[in-house]
């Protein structure tokens, strides 16, 4: 009560978020600032790092067939589970907004176990699912087919157990979305004469854009960066940009090139977020306004 | 607000989550298969693989690294997130929008760029030691959840409560402790365990920093399944797969949380 010294917010403020504040400056900001500068800094010839204002690593990353080729495969594998993430997430984000209180409560936790379990356990337990003498082989041989296709080590497998750990991602922003549309709209619909197809297009889909614009850039850029899942799954033959970075800095020790191509998936994720939340963000609530 | 399920869409919602639980539901399977391989489907029934993961010294050391790992990363990212959740939602300071980007960032950039860029930071400055250098790492990406659950929490609690303690002549720590810390503790217990399960599963930035000695689970996992075609991989897995549904039964029942914090 006294002649207490009372601080201002402002000092309060920086005393108490200083420590983190300084934490992720010097662990956080200045290792991602180093990774970039690399990939435009420095070189490796011949096994050593020059260093030097350079644009070698881009070259290569772009004019490389194989690395080229690596990089469409991650935008095509991500993009592929951002979309089948949706069109699986759909009838579970309304089930989980509409439907009785204990079946959303069901909805939820099965989604978001898959979460809390290692991705090394959820990749294995993937892969004896779907390799060629597993249970998804074992299913197909007993209804009589001979020699069912093996999944393992395609990028197939890669996909599913993407979409399969991703989902809630996706889920969760749609069901938040389902949520906010009132019933009465459905309803209405029906009473009109709009058949399940209709109301699913004239109502629930433009109504929960919104939450598809969270959801669709999450489970791209989660599903890009991903490093376990395609090795166990994809086998060598279809690696991702995690694997080639990992290839790079780890085996090859050309840290710049890693960073290079580092730098590029960053650029990928910050880009793909920055057109979600952007334009397409302000374009739903100008037509949702409209 | 609850309507009827349609039946179509009943069914095909019961068939995906079938879906989502049979990676989880295999490994449980094929560990109790007593052959000498993995087959599907299992066959017999034995305990021993249980018996050989648990009494494998690596296994061991590599679950004893994963914990102490996760304690101390827990309790390093609650240390500096905390007071920083305080300072964002109660206080309007100067560079408060910045502050709040920052420590969000690491959810932003991928989990394997951090890794990189740590290891290649780590080996500039010469700081050696895998197991510092992965506690620093697991900090760096505990503290967005720290400081979110902590914000939610905070954000919630009244702040006129806090006023009238300090109208009535408590001193900061009084309504620190007496006040807001009563309101905010299970924000803060989920903040904890999810900080725990980040560093505790964490793949992506300790595959850059371990070394032999500080050779986390998830890593030998990853490791164990490319040596070893026996069921022991499967068991282990299992034990991993429980371990899982302990946390989600222990935050959704015991404190009474959403499990669904940690994806949004």
Known sequence: ?290 | MSDRIPWPLGLVTALLLAIIVAPLLVPIAMSISDTPYIVFPPEGFTLEWYVAVLTEPEAQSALLVSLKLAVVSTIGAMALGIPCAMALVRLRFPGRGLVQALVLGPLVVPLIVTGVGLLQTFSLLGLRGAFLQMWIGHMVVCIPYVVRSVSGALATADPTQEDAARVLGAGPVAVFLRVIWPQIRPGVAAGAIFAFIISFDDFAISMWLADARSFPLPLYLYAAIQRFFDPSIAALSALMVFFALGLVLLIEKGLGIGVRRIAS
């Not at chain 1, 109502?203 to 598809?212: D, K, N, Q």
């Not at chain 1, 999450?218 to 086998?235: D, E």
């Open chain 1, 1 to 290: 009560m006294e002649a207490r010294t009372r601080l201002s917010p402002a000092l309060l403020g920086w005393l108490l978020a200083g420590p983190a504040v300084l934490f992720l400056l010097a662990c956080f900001v200045f290792p991602a600032a180093q990774t970039l500068y690399l990939g435009i800094g420095a070189r490796t010839e011949a096994g050593v790092m020059q260093y030097g204002l350079t644009i070698e690593n881009y070259r290569r990353a772009f004019a490389t067939d194989l690395y080229w080729r690596v990089l469409l495969r991650t935008i095509r594998m991500a993009t592929s589970a951002a979309i089948v993430a949706a069109i699986v997430g759909y009838p579970l984000a309304w089930v989980l907004a509409r439907g009785r209180p204990w079946l959303s409560r069901t909805v939820t936790l099965v989604l978001v176990t898959p979460l809390l379990v290692n991705v090394v356990v959820r990749s294995y337990g993937w892969s004896a699912i779907l390799s060629r003498n597993g249970l998804i082989s074992w299913v197909l041989q007993g209804l009589g087919w001979e020699d069912p296709p093996a999944i393992l080590y395609t990028e197939w497998a890669v996909l599913i157990a993407s979409v399969h750990v991703f989902l809630p991602f996706m889920v969760l922003p749609l069901a938040g979305a389902i949520g906010r549309i009132p019933p009465s709209a459905e309803q209405a619909a029906t009473v009109a004469g709009a058949g399940p197809a209709q109301r699913f297009l004239r109502i629930i889909l433009p109504l929960s854009l919104p939450g598809l614009a969270v959801g669709l850039p999450l489970v791209f850029s989660l599903t890009a960066a991903a490093f376990v899942t395609p090795q166990i799954l994809g086998g060598n033959f279809s690696p991702l940009l995690g694997t080639l970075i990992e290839q790079q800095v780890l085996t090859l020790h050309d840290w710049p090139f890693g960073a290079a191509l580092a730098s590029l998936l960053v650029a990928m994720v910050l880009l793909v977020n920055l057109v979600f939340i952007g334009i397409i963000g302000r374009r739903i609530n100008r037509w949702a306004q409209a």
